[in-house]
């Protein structure tokens, strides 16, 4: 029999029927990585380009058995977490994790959707903060979800760098805050915080699109692709913002709102 081997990873997340974000993002971006992408679906949405219509939340019974499946066949070498849609439903996910070995964990706090839909009831936040980032390898906040899961207010680059540093402090390992919604007009830049206590910014040129759908999905998913592959956190995160500054800078025109991103560029040298 051939060795379990090629490197597996695992989307543990929601669903978008549009294609461009959750389950279908991380997907699309493991298969470019070249690494082996399962998924866990612990919610599904009715969502496009436009917005998110419905969503709903599966049993945890269904939940925790694909974990179960999963962890009876694969050898899942890096996971992730996406949408995960309540308090009871992180609860269910963080038991999962404890009770399997699904390799280095990355933690994507999704809250909410570009358009403003709710994928994170309210008062799940302390449970993700509580149970979830604790267990985080990675943490990969955007500028809103740094600021409720610290309670801080953060203005500008001192304060992306107080709140990593505040995020490491409640049990995460690495920290990326992205700045993808930073209201600075020339360039996007995340700060990285490592758990040997480096940190470094990464900045690309700030492009002026809106086809932004998933830019978060996408950067978490090419960091546990990159783990899964043997790579150093450092490593993972840079291959990472060039997966997706690659991905936003040569779009395809799918769809009339926020447009997916290309997830072929990177592999066909599209930089910028
Ligand atoms: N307009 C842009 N131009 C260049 N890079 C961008 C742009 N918008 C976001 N990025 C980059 O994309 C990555 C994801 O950041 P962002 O803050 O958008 O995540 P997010 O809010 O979690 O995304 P989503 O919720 O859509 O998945 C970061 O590396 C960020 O710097
Ligand atoms: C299912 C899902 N997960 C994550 C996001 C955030 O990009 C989204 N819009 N939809």
């Given amino acids: 029999?051939?060795?379990?081997?090629?490197?597996?990873?695992?989307?543990?997340?929601?669903?978008?029927?549009?294609?461009?974000a959750g389950i279908m993002a991380d997907l699309k971006t493991m298969q470019a990585c070249q690494v082996f992408?399962?998924?866990?679906?612990?919610?599904?949405?009715?969502?496009?380009t436009l917005g998110v219509q419905d969503f709903m939340a599966l049993p945890q019974k269904l939940i925790d058995e694909q974990f179960a499946s999963l962890a009876a066949?694969?050898?899942?070498?890096?996971?992730?977490?996406?949408?995960?849609?309540?308090?009871?439903?992180?609860?269910?996910?963080?038991?999962?994790?404890?009770k399997y070995d699904f390799g280095l964990l990355t933690v994507d706090p999704v809250m909410i959707a570009k358009g403003?839909?709710?994928l994170l009831a309210d008062d799940a936040?302390?449970?993700?903060?509580?149970?979830?980032?604790?267990?985080a390898d990675v943490l990969t906040p955007n500028l809103p979800e740094a600021e409720r899961l610290t309670g801080l207010t953060i203005t500008d680059n001192r304060g992306m760098e107080a709140a990593a540093m505040a995020l490491q402090d409640l049990g995460a390992k690495n920290v990326v805050i992205k700045g993808g919604h930073e209201a600075t007009p020339d360039q996007a830049s995340d700060f990285v915080l490592l758990v040997d206590g480096r940190s470094?910014?990464?900045?690309?040129?700030?492009?002026?699109?809106?086809?932004?759908?998933?830019?978060?999905d996408t950067l978490s998913s090419c960091i546990t692709a990159a783990l899964a592959k043997g790579e150093d956190f450092e490593t993972a995160i840079r291959i990472a913002k060039d997966f997706v500054t690659a991905a936003i800078a040569n779009p395809i025109a799918v769809g009339n709102g926020h447009g997916p991103l290309n997830h072929w560029a990177y592999n066909q040298g599209g930089a910028e």
């Fill in 37 to 48: 992408g399962a998924a866990v679906v612990v919610a599904v949405t009715a969502q496009n």
């Fill in 200 to 216: 470094f910014w990464l900045s690309a040129a700030r492009m002026d699109t809106v086809r932004t759908h998933g830019t978060g």
């Fill in 116 to 118: 403003g839909a709710a």
């Fill in 125 to 135: 936040v302390t449970t993700v903060r509580d149970e979830l980032v604790p267990l």
């Fill in 1 to 20: 029999m051939m060795a379990n081997e090629f490197p597996q990873t695992l989307t543990i997340a929601g669903t978008d029927s549009g294609g461009g």
């Fill in 73 to 98: 066949d694969l050898k899942i070498r890096a996971c992730k977490t996406g949408m995960l849609a309540d308090a009871a439903h992180v609860h269910g996910v963080v038991e999962n994790l404890k």
